[in-house]
């Protein structure tokens, strides 16, 4: 019998419930925004994250190394913290699209894709530059030891292009590497690089290291010739 509403308390049971019809629709109204919102801020990090990325090898995309590169010479500027790039590129790479086909071509961009993404310190970026080429930005790193992580990179890296098989010869790598310096651009950087691997490619070697503000090379053993450019094999 004390369960029972009497007409002393009816009309705070239905005031109550007036009360709960009121507060039930904000509460369901404010669950639905909040997980419209999350799943606004995933797609939004995932239309990012796809904005940023190569789709082939899941590294950065030009795009996005770019924006890393001017954010590394601005911390530069400040701070005078040096960085340096290496360059990558995959050896006779259209012979092998041409000669095992383009699937092929695909498997030798994603195994090195991953050795490089897997060979370098968290806060290193590693990019799909274009093609079959590779930039590689390594904050806080002066050339020998850019140089030395390239060395390490590319013998990693070919030893797993030889297990891909089904390919007549052994695939190889050309390195340039260079280091930022005060006075040239990122241009100036990477040009640097660029220069220097495609003079390895023409003699033959390996890689090859240079400091932006020296356009020069000495050919000859690791730890050879002055310490703002040297040759690898």
């Known amino acids: 019998r004390g369960l029972a509403p009497t007409r002393s308390n009816l009309p ?12 039930i629709p904000f509460f369901m109204l404010g669950l639905l925004s909040y997980y419209f919102r999350l799943a ?8 990012t994250e796809i ?9 950065l995309n030009r795009r996005r190394m770019e924006e890393r590169l001017l954010e590394e010479a601005a911390r530069f500027r400040a701070r005078g913290s040096n960085f340096s790039v290496i360059i990558a590129d995959v050896d006779r790479f ?21 050795v490089f993404e897997n060979g370098v310190r968290t806060g290193d970026s590693v990019a799909r530059w274009g093609g079959e080429e590779f930039l590689l930005l ?38 340039g590497v260079a280091s930022f310096a005060p006075n040239p651009s990122v241009g100036a950087c990477l ?32 730890g050879s010739g002055r310490a703002s450019a040297s040759a690898m094999r």
Not at 15 to 23: C, H, K, M, P
Not at 140 to 151: N, S, Y
């Open 94 to 114: 259209k012979a092998i699209n041409d000669e095992h086909g383009h699937a092929t071509g695909d498997r030798v961009l994603s195994g090195v894709a991953s």
């Open 191 to 222: 040009e640097a690089a660029g220069r220097m691997a495609r003079s390895i490619g023409s003699n033959g070697s390996s890689s090859q290291a240079s400091d932006a503000t020296s356009m020069s090379t000495s050919m000859g053993t690791p």
């Open 138 to 175: 390594l904050p806080g790193t002066e050339l020998r030891a850019a140089e030395d992580v390239a060395h390490r990179l590319r013998a990693t890296a070919e030893q797993r292009l030889a297990e891909i098989g089904r390919l007549p010869r052994a695939l190889t790598l050309t390195f």
């Open 40 to 47: 606004s801020t995933n797609v939004e990090r995932t239309m």
């Open 12 to 23: 705070a049971l239905l005031e109550a419930f007036g009360y709960a019809n009121l507060v």
């Open 51 to 59: 904005a940023q990325t190569d789709p082939l090898t899941g590294l």
